[in-house]
C-alpha cells in the first residue's frame, strides 16, 4: 500500500544522507505497511516528524558552513 512505498522511499533518501534516527522510523513505518496495520503508525510518526526536523535543520547547517 501506500504506507509501505512512501516509508520505503524515506528511508532510503534518509539513509543515503546519513540521517540514521529518520530512516529507522521510516524502517518502523515500511514494517507497519508491509503487514498491512497501522497500530502504533501515529507514534511512529510523531517521533519521525521530530527526527526529520533535528536532520533537516542539521543538514541545512551543515550547507550553509560549506557556503
Known amino acids: 500500500g501506500a504506507l509501505y512505498r512512501n516509508a520505503h ?3 532510503n533518501s ?3 544522507l546519513g ?3 529518520v530512516a529507522e522510523g521510516s524502517r ?3 514494517a507497519l505497511g508491509r503487514e498491512g496495520g ?3 503508525a ?3 510518526l510523531g517521533r519521525l516528524q521530530r527526527d526529520y ?3 533537516r535543520e542539521q ?3 551543515a550547507r550553509d558552513e560549506e557556503s
Open 9 to 11: 522511499a524515506l528511508k
Open 14 to 16: 534518509s539513509a543515503n
Open 19 to 21: 540521517t540514521v534516527r
Open 28 to 30: 518502523q513505518l515500511e
Open 38 to 40: 497501522t497500530d502504533g
Open 42 to 44: 501515529a507514534d511512529v
Open 53 to 55: 526536523g533535528q536532520a
Open 59 to 61: 543538514l541545512l547547517a
